[in-house]
């Protein structure tokens, strides 16, 4: 991992259609904003959703954060002015369009297709706007390996509950919350989504925790994400940004011991040593390079 890592502990969704909540997104501590055209926004007002997003987009300071926007899925009539309008008026500001509902590589395809026409004809560096594929069912699932390896332009893998829940039939309406089960409920798909983002060397996202009234069930739900590899979790409230921040932050003492690790390391290759003791614990170029990751996130998030 690159020293100059970009953090995405946190995703802040924002309805496109309420410029006062992008307004105050833009102020956040998230390390990324998504302005969301889909299911966020009624359908009735989704082409009205565009205008007040772009004006966003071009209005607010989002230098110190990711800038996305999540498109409707390609199922729908929305989808193809969700690209050509909002990059084609404030593509210079988008970093990363979030795709939802994506089942297999040609989803991506099809989009990848059309934004690069947008960008060719608007003037923007072709290529220079990323895709967040969302999986959401279990074609999805299926095909997420694949997925995460049908573009250059893919940013990061992000799992969404919500519409998994539906899609795999499962029991209740409160998205992320499952306490009964014995075990993490979505160990298996967010593993999934995980695997394949990672054999991408890309960062993998957990999706909503939909109980804003219970910072610690979300706190639960990110150490487990956090816990199976993932780099970040979404955030439906401001006041969920700080917990993801902090659980998806390296733990001080870790990234200060891999600290010591990486120099410890780097001095025994100066001298020929193939491996170094620190604190008393073997260190290899496995474990090295284990410290290297966990020192870069700590030194983007200020902590080294």
């Known amino acids: 991992m690159s020293e100059d890592v970009e953090l995405r502990r946190t995703q802040l969704a924002t309805p496109a259609s309420d410029p006062d909540f ?31 997003l772009i004006e966003a987009a071009q209005d607010h300071d ?19 002015d969700d690209i050509i309008e909002v990059v084609g008026r404030a593509g210079e500001y988008i970093d990363d ?11 991506i395809h099809t989009v990848e297709n059309l ?40 940013s990061s893998i992000i799992f969404g509950p919500g519409d998994y829940s539906a899609a ?39 999706g909503p925790y939909a109980d804003i009234d219970d910072p610690e069930g979300f706190r639960e739900s990110a150490n487990n994400a956090n816990m199976i590899g993932c780099d970040g979790k979404w955030a439906i409230h401001p006041s969920q940004i700080e917990i993801g921040n902090e659980v998806f932050a390296p733990d001080p003492d870790v990234a200060e011991r891999a600290e010591r690790i990486v120099d410890a390391y780097a001095e025994a290759m100066d001298e020929g ?32």
């Open 22 to 52: 992008m307004e105050s997104a833009a102020g956040s501590d998230a390390d990324e904003v998504f302005l969301d055209l889909e299911d966020s926004v009624a359908p009735n007002a989704k082409a009205e959703a565009r205008e007040p």
């Open 62 to 80: 989002w230098s110190d954060k990711i800038l996305s926007y999540r498109m409707n899925g390609i199922d729908t009539k929305w989808w193809y």
């Open 97 to 107: 369009i979030i795709v939802p509902k994506v089942a297999g590589p040609s989803d």
């Open 115 to 154: 934004l690069t026409q947008v960008e060719e004809n608007n003037g923007l560096e072709v290529g220079g706007i990323g895709l967040e594929p969302q999986i959401e069912d279990g074609e999805g699932i299926h095909n997420v390996h694949d997925i995460a390896h049908a573009s250059d332009r893919l």
């Open 168 to 206: 795999m039939g499962t029991p209740g309406l409160d998205i992320g919350q499952f306490p009964e089960y014995p075990g993490h409920y979505w160990h298996h798909a967010l593993s999934e989504c995980n695997s394949a983002a990672k054999s991408a060397g890309l960062p993998c996202m957990d």
């Open 273 to 304: 040593k193939g491996a170094v003791s620190v604190d008393g614990q073997m260190v290899d170029e496995a474990t090295n390079k284990m410290a290297q990751e966990i020192v870069a996130k700590a030194r983007a998030a200020g902590m080294l």
